[in-house]
């Protein structure tokens, strides 16, 4: 028998959430956003010049917590990862706003990173929500 659950199990689910977490930490490290007009390159870790601080640290912190999720084989740390990977897209979302939001009149361009940034964010959500656990047969 194939069931619906069995069918939307993902084998390499903790595999590929390891590997997005990993693309999320470097893309912190590319332009997010370019303010033109004061010659600025924001990115997660270096943002000087401007009052958006380092939006790439909370990442980092969340995505550590993610990664030693992902790799535990408990149900404990499969929900907490869920909690983890819903931060990491709320922040993701929140820089997107935050970063590329105009303020007084001026926009800054965005760059591919910070999309990037969000779709990595909810691949680790998906990856989060479908773990490979052995579920004993009765």
Known sequence: KISLINTLHM????TIGIIVVLLLLFLTTQPLVIIASKNITVTGWHAVGTNFGQPGKFL???S???IIC???PNIFAKRINMAFAALSVAWSFRNLLILGGC???ECPEKK???????????????MSLL????????
């Open 60 to 62: 980092l912190i969340v």
């Open 64 to 66: 550590i917590f993610n």
């Open 131 to 138: 773990p490979k656990m052995k579920i004993p047969s009765k």
């Open 103 to 105: 303020s007084m009149g």
């Open 112 to 126: 591919i990173a910070l999309y990037a940034c969000v779709i990595c964010s909810i691949v680790i959500l998906m």
């Open 11 to 14: 084998k390499h689910s903790q």
């Open 70 to 72: 992902f790799t535990m």
